[in-house]
């Protein structure tokens, strides 16, 4: 069984970094592409970034420049640094693993598995 586990969320200042990790177990991901979504209170879900099996990148626009997405295959692990966060990035943050083999999208409901989501709060 698929497990995600999401963490390195937390309250930070606005103009300062967090970095997220999400851990993956139950079989390898090295040939899925692998995202990252976030859901601020009263939106809906939104696409941030996602890796595809050969470590090609895409960002949404509010994120570009400012979030950097990669992926340790050996360790099964998936990271979003982000810097310059702004009140605007307030969300719980997911990450997920894309359905289909070496396949990628910014859909969200390409994504088959997800994990539980961890908080990040901006301060302006």
């Known amino acids: 069984q698929v497990q995600l586990v999401e963490s390195g969320g937390g309250l930070v200042q606005a103009g300062g970094s967090l970095r997220l990790s999400c851990a993956a177990s139950?079989?390898?991901?090295?040939?899925?592409?692998m995202g990252w979504f976030r859901q601020a209170p009263g939106k809906e879900r939104e696409f941030v970034a996602v890796i595809s099996y050969d470590s090609v990148t895409l960002y949404a626009d509010s994120v570009k420049g400012r979030f950097t997405i990669s992926r340790d295959n050996a360790k099964n692990t998936l990271y979003l640094q982000m810097n310059s966060l702004k009140a605007e990035d307030t969300a719980v943050y997911y990450c997920?693993?894309?359905?289909?083999?070496?396949?990628?999208?910014?859909?969200?409901?390409?994504?088959?598995?997800w994990g539980q989501g961890t908080q990040v709060t901006v301060s302006s």
């Open positions: 997920a693993v894309a359905r289909w083999w070496r396949s990628s999208s910014t859909s969200a409901g390409d994504f088959g598995s």
């Open positions: 139950g079989r390898t991901f090295g040939n899925y592409a």
